[in-house]
């Protein structure tokens, strides 16, 4: 197994510290599982998109502008 140097802000790794009891490695390795697994979901769900970079800017920028806007913020 490789190994990996993590860095944390000094006032995380004091939390951490309070819990001496939970593998933090193990959580890390979780994260970073579970975050490969919706990279390749989501490699497989936009393989044959013929969406570009800015298509799907464009279509984000409208979600959210009418998201806001449902919810009164615009």
């Known amino acids: 197994m490789a190994n990996l140097t ?3 802000p000094e006032r995380l ?3 951490m510290k309070q819990h001496s ?3 933090w490695s193990e959580i890390v390795r979780m994260a970073i599982q579970k975050k490969i697994e919706d990279m390749e979901l989501m490699d497989m ?7 570009t970079a800015k298509d799907a800017m464009k279509i984000s920028k409208e979600i959210d502008e ?3 806007r449902k919810l009164g913020l615009s």
């Open 6 to 8: 993590l860095a944390v």
């Open 13 to 15: 790794h004091e939390k």
């Open 21 to 23: 009891e939970i593998r």
């Open 45 to 51: 769900l936009t393989d044959k998109s013929r969406l």
């Open 66 to 68: 009418e998201v806001a």
